[in-house]
């Protein structure tokens, strides 16, 4: 009778571990990745469709490495993926790596030492058993992913050099299904404190990366951090080496004290990939009038995101809003698109209704020229200065 028992013990465990291993990740998915409306989008007008149909979409920042989805494939949750991506008239499409989520996350004050989530995930989806206790691993195996993806589309781009955007663009001109990919990653714990690891990651195919995360971490303080302190000692060095091997820097979930001492020791343009201006929403994360204005006078762009917590608002219209914030202060050569699509957030529409940003954007008065440049064009000059060269 005890061993029946334990046979059907172990029989429940093996399915329990099963059912774990098998819909779990793609039921966090879609629990966590919402829009407020499902697809198709056919409200933007005729006008806005036309403008949109000569756009080269570049947006800032996109998390779908994160989750149990080929990107090449389409599906019917998330917000993203290669298909869906091509036909919103994304042509440029940044993906970042998330190497640590902390449990209880918030913007009023995040703990480091918080439970973990990114290891459940991990396991969930069969990543390598490494991944699931080292962020370097996750950084790494998510750089696989989309050099796979890339690999199997030869219309299918990932961008390392100023030499791949000029052929993007070229290819482009034949092709419109041509599509760049560009590697982030959020936050550089990932590089467990060595230094040397930016190296690793630069190999690895990665050319923007953020200091910080949801929270403080060894290089300074997170705009959600405890402490929201300014750069360290070990922050200052790895600063060096990221303009060494010419990374793209970007400050999203930096605090103030972080912007403030990255712009004071470095020289180039900065990216603000995925953020809301405070004076069209007052979440602690978005950015001050006076930051705005610092990110500019570098020659730096800032991507407005998609999601409600950083333009208080559920619409296109909440995000063009903001868009003309920055605009009018700053110069539309300054806005860009950092939706933060699948980043655990709930946004207006999935990839496919991006004409509806369109549509807000002349109603927010922008003429099409501005458009083009909010849109992708303002993305295109500033990593044509910030990538390297060459490898």
């Not at 399915?15 to 409200?43: K, M, S, W």
């Not at 600063?239 to 001492?261: C, K, M, N, Q």
């Not at 020289?267 to 405070?278: C, Q």
């Not at 369109?358 to 303002?378: D, K, R, S, V």
Request: charged share 20%; proline share 4%; with cysteine.
């Amino acid at each position: 009778m005890l061993r029946l028992f334990l046979y059907g013990l172990a029989g429940l465990l093996g399915l329990a571990l099963l059912g774990y291993f098998t819909v779990a990740a793609p039921i966090a998915d879609a629990r966590y990745n919402t829009a407020q409306a499902e697809p198709p989008y056919d409200e933007a007008s005729a006008r806005a469709e036309t403008i949109h149909d000569t756009l080269l979409i570049a947006d800032l920042h996109n998390d779908l490495l994160l989750w149990p989805r080929d990107p090449l494939q389409r599906y019917d949750r998330g917000h993203t993926d290669i298909p869906r991506l091509r036909e919103g008239g994304v042509g440029l499409q940044v993906f970042a790596a998330v190497t640590q989520s902390p449990m209880g996350r918030s913007y009023q004050g995040t703990e480091a030492g918080a439970l973990d989530q990114i290891p459940f995930l991990a396991a969930a989806q069969r990543w390598p058993v490494a991944t699931w206790t080292s962020r370097r691993a996750r950084a790494r195996y998510q750089a696989r992913k989309l050099r796979r993806a890339t690999a199997r589309d030869d219309k299918l781009m990932l961008l390392r050099t100023q030499a791949d955007l000029d052929l993007l663009l070229a290819r482009r001109d034949d092709n419109p299904a041509v599509m760049g990919t560009l590697l982030a990653i959020e936050g550089l714990h990932a590089l467990e404190g060595n230094v040397a690891n930016v190296d690793t990651l630069v190999a690895d195919g990665y050319r923007m990366m953020s200091l910080t995360h949801m929270f403080d971490n060894a290089l300074g303080g997170s705009s959600t951090g405890i402490e929201k302190g300014g750069i360290t000692d070990f922050g200052a060095q790895v600063l060096d080496r990221l303009e060494a091997r010419d990374v793209t820097i970007d400050l999203a979930h930096a605090s103030e004290a972080l912007i403030g001492d990255v712009l004071a020791r470095t020289d180039g343009p900065v990216v603000v990939s995925h953020i809301g201006v405070r004076a069209t929403c007052g979440s602690p994360r978005n950015l001050s009038d006076r930051h705005i204005r610092a990110v500019a006078k570098r020659g730096g762009i800032i991507g407005i995101g998609l999601w409600e917590s950083v333009v208080c608002g559920s619409t296109a219209a909440a995000t063009a809003e903001a868009m003309r914030h920055v605009a009018d202060l700053v110069g539309t050569e300054h806005v860009a698109l950092g939706s933060d699509y699948d980043g655990t957030v709930s946004v207006p529409f999935d990839a496919t209704g991006l004409p509806l940003l369109t549509e807000a954007l002349l109603n927010e008065g922008f003429a099409p020229g501005e458009i083009e440049q909010i849109m992708g064009g303002n993305v295109r000059r500033v990593l044509h200065r910030t990538l390297p060269a060459a490898e």
